[in-house]
């Protein structure tokens, strides 16, 4: 593993009081592990997301926005979503193959050049006023394409830039202004779009994709390390990828816990029904908004005090008992009559899924060997990104069926039965550790 270029934190005054400063200590173990910071290749890559982050949502909550200005129908708006759906699933699985063949800060160095000219063509557009809903779905597949080139190579870098035992806590890390991107980016979306209009936000995003360019171009280059055997992307690799995790049952039962998590226990889809119905005396409007809010709001309180969590050894128990957590959670919002009670259970499955994250993330980083890293990003991506998608597809039938407070209350102890009927049947995942 590559850490030639890592620094050590600066000395401490000779003059600090030792009680005060071993109080210091104690308190950082709560709050968020920094240490992945003190590495200068990593601390680029992570910082050039905490601006991106923000500018990615922009976007997603631009093109939306225009196409139902151009079209009066949410439908549009669905349709666009799948338009870019299918491109970020078939190229996050060939980009998984292609960052495993060659270097990674190249792959992304293009990859991200291709998101920021599409963000400058969302721009010209915009400010065009061609109104195509065809041109918008046409450049919102292609961006997502680049996306999916782009984050199996991203994620498949952090493993080279910090040692093992720092990769949950640079997951964390990730993860937490990832979230901080999706409370932060459409909050400001809504109040920039009346004083500057809709087109600036996609020139946001394009000018925030800069500094990503140019902390990207300061990463040292990240080859194929020696004894790495593929040297094509194609479907043989894509396959044996997915051979890899067949023989590999730690991955492949890390992938099975995201995917019991997501599609039986992402209640989202009936968010606006429970907040027309059983939330109504609070106030549609409000209770709507709590509700979206809350996941990631959790995500992100979970993300600050990693500290608690981030230096545990027991990848597999983590990964385990915050499934099981988020099952729970959600069975709890699903019983509540009360708004508050609803939101304190989906922040605190917000912060389950956020620990979750952090050790499905260290496990496939660690687990697989560097020459398979891209292609486990690449799966990794499509999991993360289609699990939420069928789970639309599955509440919103349940809760047609049962009613949706039987539906989510149901997928939640589904979660918690299955996630640990799989830890019992498989012990691989419980005696996984770094």
């Known amino acids: 593993?590559?850490?030639?270029?890592?620094?050590?934190?600066?000395?401490?005054?000779?003059?600090?009081?030792?009680?005060?400063?071993?109080?210091?200590?104690g308190w950082r173990r709560w709050a968020m592990d920094t240490r992945p910071l003190r590495r200068p290749a990593y601390r680029r890559l992570w910082s050039?997301?905490?601006?991106?982050?923000?500018?990615?949502?922009?976007?997603?909550?631009?093109?939306?926005?225009?196409?139902?200005d151009i079209t009066g129908s949410s439908a549009?708006?669905?349709y666009a979503s799948l338009a870019g759906l299918l491109p970020m699933v078939v190229f996050a699985l060939w980009g998984g193959a292609v960052a495993d063949t060659m270097d990674r800060r190249r792959l992304l160095l293009i990859t991200n050049t291709g998101i920021a000219v599409t963000s400058v063509l969302f721009w010209l557009q915009a400010v065009g006023g061609l109104d195509?809903?065809?041109?918008?779905?046409?450049?919102?597949?292609?961006?997502q394409a680049f996306f999916g080139l782009n984050a199996p190579a991203r994620n498949a870098s952090v493993a080279r830039l910090v040692p093992a035992h720092e990769l949950a806590a640079a997951n964390a890390l990730g993860s937490t202004v990832m979230q901080t991107g999706l409370v932060a980016g459409p909050l400001l979306a809504?109040?920039?779009?009346?004083?500057?209009?809709?087109?600036e936000l996609y020139l946001i995003d394009a000018l925030a994709l800069c500094v990503t360019l140019w902390a990207v171009v300061r990463l040292p280059a990240l080859p194929p390390l020696t004894g790495s055997t593929a040297r094509r992307a194609g479907v043989r690799e894509i396959a044996e990828g997915f051979r890899y995790i067949a023989r590999h049952k730690v991955l492949l039962l890390s992938f099975l816990a995201d995917i019991i998590a997501m599609v039986f226990g992402m209640p989202r889809a009936l968010f606006p029904q429970l907040a027309a119905e059983t939330y109504a005396p609070y106030?549609?409007?409000?209770?709507?908004?709590?509700?979206?809010?809350a996941i990631p709001v959790g995500a992100l309180l979970g993300g600050l005090f990693s500290g608690t969590f981030s230096r545990a050894r027991r990848h597999g128990w983590m990964v385990i008992g915050a499934v099981v957590a988020w099952g729970a959670a959600i069975a709890g919002f699903g019983l509540s009559g009360s708004l508050w009670l609803a939101v304190v259970c989906l922040a605190a499955a917000g912060i389950a899924d956020m620990v979750s994250m952090v050790f499905r993330g260290a496990i496939l980083l660690s687990a697989a060997t560097d020459e398979m890293r891209g292609r486990m990003q690449g799966v990794f991506t499509v999991v993360v990104a289609g699990g939420p998608r069928l789970a639309d597809v599955l509440h919103g039938t349940a809760g047609a069926a049962f009613g949706p407070r039987a539906a989510v209350a149901g997928g939640g102890l589904l979660v918690v039965a299955l996630?640990?009927?799989?830890?019992?049947?498989?012990?691989?995942?419980?005696?996984?550790?770094?």
């Not at 593993?1 to 200590?25: F, G, I, L, V, Y």
């Not at 195509?132 to 961006?143: E, P, R």
């Not at 996630?419 to 770094?434: D, E, F, K, N, S």
């Open 419 to 434: 996630m640990l009927g799989l830890a019992a049947a498989v012990p691989a995942l419980r005696r996984y550790r770094i």
């Open 132 to 143: 195509s809903v065809a041109v918008l779905m046409v450049l919102l597949a292609a961006q």
């Open 283 to 293: 106030g549609e409007g409000l209770a709507l908004g709590l509700l979206f809010a």
């Open 76 to 78: 549009w708006v669905g």
């Open 1 to 25: 593993m590559d850490t030639s270029e890592s620094s050590t934190p600066s000395e401490a005054p000779a003059e600090k009081d030792p009680q005060a400063e071993q109080a210091r200590r």
């Open 48 to 68: 050039s997301t905490i601006v991106t982050a923000v500018g990615s949502q922009l976007t997603a909550v631009a093109v939306p926005k225009q196409i139902y």
């Open 190 to 199: 809504g109040a920039l779009i009346p004083v500057i209009g809709l087109p």
